[in-house]
């Protein structure tokens, strides 16, 4: 059973959203990573980039795939994780801790509140 926090948002392609204030940090689950296996490369947005929600927001590639990365909701990205350029494998390690993507101004916050929360992830990943 995957690691799936409390206090998140959660998106049906895996990815999760910590709100703080009009901002939220963005990463993939655990599953996501588990999945996966191990992350070699991320690629990320500039900062200044604007999403909308669902866009393509990067790029995690693992020793078995290559999987895109969404926005979970539309905004602008003000920060990017660039620890992960030298250690992809942090991805892997903390997912939900050092192991973020990025950070975007929330265009919308009512948007949030369309994503899954902890128990309804939970559902979709154990079935």
Excluded at 39 to 61: F, M, Q, S, T, W
Excluded at 74 to 99: F, I, Q
Excluded at 101 to 124: K, Q
């Amino acid at each position: 059973m995957s690691n799936v926090p409390e206090g998140l948002r959660y998106t049906k392609d895996h990815e999760w959203a910590k709100l703080e204030g009009s901002r939220a940090r963005i990463g993939i689950t655990d599953h996501a990573q588990t999945e996966l296996t191990d992350v070699v490369y991320v690629e990320l947005p500039k900062v200044g980039k604007k999403v909308k929600r669902g866009e393509v927001l990067g790029v995690v590639e693992s020793v078995k795939a290559v999987s895109e990365i969404f926005a979970p909701v539309a905004g602008t990205v003000v920060d990017v994780n660039a620890s992960l350029d030298e250690h992809p494998e942090t991805v892997n390690k903390d997912p939900y801790g050092s192991g973020w993507f990025v950070v975007l101004e929330v265009a919308d916050p009512a948007e949030a509140r369309g994503l899954m929360d902890a128990a309804a992830y939970r559902t979709l990943v154990d079935g």
